[in-house]
């Protein structure tokens, strides 16, 4: 480490030098697998995290975990699970297929509370000897022309030489490893990608572009649920889609639309659009009182933001619906009195708010994540004092609040905002629907995906007179089990950059993005881009050139699962 003295302006300040083997930058479930990866093969890491906590939405509310099959899941991923159960006395079957009750992959066994994730992030980074970077906010990249390594007579290839953060600091390494949710290093790297949902058209698919699920079209009744809270269908009671009228006079245009509403183009199902995903926060609530700290509303709280959600309770009722407060949040018991909350038609996702965010600075994007929760916290506070809510809901919502021993630096609120989809890279291969249902098998495997077509609504938009969610799809993958991700969909195209992997901001469309973008899956491929960096190093070669025959004997000797056989 370095330091070093320069001039900004006027204003004197230091600046340090981290120079390391492999730098990987964000410090999410991923990014800490891949940086004890890169430390147990014996080489010098950095981590670079941008905010002040590890283990992205692992630790950050999404406490009911998105597991998938079980059995697909090995390496890091395995290994920290097993050893976060443990803290509860747990022991996870992993040679076992997850047990539906009706729902999703969502293992009931790994539900966990957010503070004893991210210790168990924190402790591994640590015994492994891992240097950690918080608050490293990235401001540029330097890349370079340099001979191929190993390869002279191969000409000249881009690679990252460093980053330099906000407050100065550099980073320099022979590897670079993007971690983040955004995809933030391949952008500033001139890495292609994209923000589009592609269409149909791009790349042969059926559920890409804009789409209008059957299942969540508006009808104007809906059967009863079960004891789970879901039809027969699987459909939970929290996805309910009713014909609302959307203008803040009934039935008049010319009145305007309502808040939480958007009056768009509309667009042909399958064309190409823009737009990622809803995002949300995964709260953790208790009904601990002596643990409990209130849901605040925002200082601009107006109950009129919530007209929309009033008229769909108005729906339910005339339903028949016996409500409670899975209506508006599926929430999933965790230790110690403590529930992971979810989404629901009205819920925490925003959708729309989440667009910018890909491409916004780290200033904007406070903005953006201060504008979700403040719709969140209000809708909370309009569910628990709102006379138009049943008495029911309302008793049901009082019960809960923010935990005093969870997030302690943020007041109880997660500090990590859910970046279900960002920017996606755009490689040499890139994954479809056709991986994800089986049609096509992706060559050299990394790991497994094992999670359904899960897309979160796009827009909240006028169609046909009535609110409709665009974009919304929640389905499995045709029957198939396991698919394998292709080591090519975590690399750039070779002219682009020679030293750089990306595991979550991947090359893949956008509805097998869906499947692919789970927290165990992210573990599984960053851990593998880390074993193939350190590969690149040793050997002195492009990351696109590693031998694959190698690594897959180095990533199946680390427990890695490479291949479906069930």
Same mark, same amino acid.
């Given at each position: 480490?370095?330091?070093?003295?320069?001039?900004?302006?006027?204003?004197?300040?230091?600046?340090?030098?981290?120079?390391?083997?492999? *730098?990987?930058?964000?410090?999410?479930?991923?990014?800490?697998?891949?940086?004890?990866?890169?430390?147990?093969?014996?080489?010098?890491?950095?981590?670079?995290?941008?905010?002040?906590?590890?283990?992205?939405?692992?630790?950050?509310?999404?406490?009911?975990?998105?597991?998938?099959?079980?059995?697909?899941?090995?390496?890091?991923?395995?290994?920290?699970?097993?050893?976060?159960?443990?803290?509860?006395?747990?022991?996870?079957?992993?040679?076992?297929?997850?047990?539906?009750?009706?729902?999703?992959?969502?293992?009931?066994?790994?539900?966990?509370?957010?503070?004893?994730?991210?210790?168990?992030?924190?402790?591994?980074?640590?015994?492994?000897?891992?240097?950690?970077?918080?608050?490293?906010?990235?401001?540029?990249?330097?890349?370079?022309?340099?001979?191929?390594?190993?390869?002279?007579?191969?000409?000249?290839?881009?690679?990252?030489?460093?980053?330099?953060?906000?407050?100065?600091?550099?980073?320099?390494?022979?590897?670079?490893?993007?971690?983040?949710?955004?995809?933030?290093?391949?952008?500033?790297?001139?890495?292609?990608?994209?923000?589009?949902?592609?269409?149909?058209?791009?790349?042969?698919?059926?559920?890409?572009?804009?789409?209008?699920?059957?299942?969540?079209?508006?009808?104007?009744?809906?059967?009863?649920?079960?004891?789970?809270?879901?039809?027969?269908?699987?459909?939970?009671?929290?996805?309910?889609?009713?014909?609302?009228?959307?203008?803040?006079?009934?039935?008049?245009?010319?009145?305007?639309?309502?808040?939480?509403?958007?009056?768009?183009?509309?667009?042909?199902?399958?064309?190409?659009?823009?737009?990622?995903?809803?995002?949300?926060?995964?709260?953790?609530?208790?009904? #601990?009182?002596?643990?409990?700290?209130?849901?605040?509303?925002?200082?601009?709280?107006?109950? $009129?933001?919530?007209?929309?959600?009033?008229?769909?309770?108005?729906? *339910?009722?005339?339903?028949?619906?016996?409500?409670?407060?899975?209506?508006?949040?599926?929430?999933?018991?965790?230790?110690?009195?403590?529930?992971?909350?979810?989404?629901?038609?009205?819920?925490?996702?925003?959708?729309?708010?989440?667009?910018?965010? !890909?491409?916004?600075?780290?200033?904007?994007?406070?903005?953006?994540?201060?504008?979700?929760?403040?719709?969140?916290?209000?809708?909370?506070?309009?569910?628990?004092?709102? !006379?138009?809510?049943?008495?029911?809901?309302?008793?049901?919502?009082?019960?809960?609040?923010?935990?005093?021993?969870?997030?302690?630096? #943020?007041?109880?609120?997660?500090?990590?905002?859910?970046?279900?989809?960002?920017?996606?890279?755009?490689?040499?291969?890139?994954?479809?629907?056709?991986?994800?249902?089986?049609?096509?098998?992706?060559?050299?495997?990394?790991?497994?995906?094992?999670?359904?077509?899960?897309?979160?609504?796009?827009?909240?938009?006028?169609?046909?007179?009535?609110?409709?969610?665009?974009?919304?799809?929640?389905?499995?993958?045709?029957?198939?089990?396991?698919?394998?991700?292709?080591?090519?969909?975590?690399?750039? $195209?070779?002219?682009? *950059?020679?030293?750089?992997?990306?595991?979550?901001?991947?090359?893949?469309?956008?509805?097998?993005?869906?499947?692919?973008?789970?927290?165990?899956?992210?573990?599984?491929?960053?851990?593998?881009?880390?074993?193939?960096?350190?590969?690149?190093?040793?050997?002195?070669?492009?990351?696109?050139?590693?031998?694959?025959?190698?690594?897959?004997?180095?990533?199946?000797?680390?427990?890695?699962?490479?291949?479906?056989?069930?």
């Amino acid at each position: 480490m370095k330091t070093l003295f320069f001039l900004l302006g006027a204003t004197s300040a230091f600046a340090t030098v981290h120079e390391a083997d492999v *730098c990987v930058f964000g410090g999410t479930s991923g990014g800490v697998s891949a940086a004890v990866q890169v430390a147990r093969m014996g080489k010098t890491v950095v981590l670079a995290e941008p905010g002040r906590h590890l283990g992205g939405m692992t630790s950050g509310g999404l406490s009911a975990v998105d597991i998938g099959d079980p059995r697909s899941v090995g390496g890091i991923a395995r290994e920290y699970f097993t050893r976060l159960v443990a803290a509860y006395g747990k022991k996870l079957e992993w040679d076992q297929p997850f047990k539906s009750t009706g729902g999703p992959a969502t293992g009931g066994a790994y539900a966990i509370e957010p503070h004893q994730a991210e210790r168990v992030f924190d402790e591994m980074v640590k015994e492994a000897g891992v240097k950690v970077l918080r608050n490293a906010k990235l401001a540029s990249v330097e890349k370079s022309e340099v001979a191929t390594p190993g390869r002279p007579d191969a000409g000249k290839s881009a690679r990252i030489t460093s980053i330099t953060l906000e407050n100065g600091d550099v980073i320099r390494a022979k590897m670079f490893i993007d971690t983040t949710y955004e995809g933030d290093l391949m952008a500033k790297a001139g890495v292609s990608f994209t923000l589009m949902r592609e269409g149909n058209a791009k790349y042969g698919e059926s559920f890409n572009g804009i789409q209008y699920d059957e299942r969540f079209k508006p009808r104007s009744e809906f059967a009863q649920p079960g004891s789970n809270g879901r039809l027969q269908n699987g459909l939970g009671v929290w996805d309910r889609d009713f014909p609302l009228d959307p203008y803040v006079v009934i039935g008049c245009k010319d009145s305007g639309v309502l808040p939480l509403v958007e009056l768009d183009d509309v667009g042909k199902p399958g064309d190409p659009a823009p737009g990622v995903q809803a995002y949300c926060y995964r709260l953790c609530l208790t009904t #601990n009182k002596a643990n409990s700290l209130p849901i605040t509303p925002p200082a601009d709280y107006d109950p $009129k933001t919530y007209e929309i959600v009033a008229r769909f309770i108005e729906a *339910c009722l005339q339903n028949g619906d016996d409500m409670d407060l899975r209506w508006f949040s599926k929430h999933d018991p965790l230790p110690n009195d403590k529930w992971d909350f979810n989404t629901a038609t009205f819920g925490g996702n925003l959708p729309g708010a989440s667009h910018a965010w !890909p491409g916004a600075s780290y200033a904007e994007r406070e903005k953006i994540a201060k504008k979700h929760e403040n719709y969140h916290r209000g809708l909370l506070h309009f569910l628990a004092t709102d !006379p138009r809510v049943p008495e029911k809901v309302r008793k049901d919502m009082q019960r809960f609040g923010l935990p005093k021993d969870e997030f302690t630096d #943020n007041g109880g609120w997660p500090h990590q905002i859910y970046v279900r989809e960002a920017r996606r890279m755009v490689s040499d291969l890139v994954l479809t629907e056709h991986h994800t249902f089986g049609k096509t098998i992706a060559p050299k495997s990394i790991g497994l995906g094992s999670y359904g077509t899960d897309v979160h609504e796009i827009r909240r938009i006028v169609k046909d007179g009535v609110v409709i969610r665009e974009g919304k799809l929640a389905g499995g993958r045709g029957g198939f089990g396991p698919y394998q991700i292709g080591y090519d969909a975590i690399v750039p $195209k070779m002219g682009e *950059c020679s030293n750089l992997l990306v595991t979550f901001a991947l090359s893949a469309s956008h509805t097998a993005f869906a499947s692919i973008r789970m927290e165990p899956v992210f573990m599984i491929t960053s851990q593998s881009a880390a074993t193939a960096a350190v590969m690149a190093l040793q050997d002195e070669q492009a990351v696109q050139e590693v031998d694959y025959a190698k690594l897959k004997a180095r990533l199946e000797n680390d427990g890695q699962v490479l291949k479906w056989s069930k």
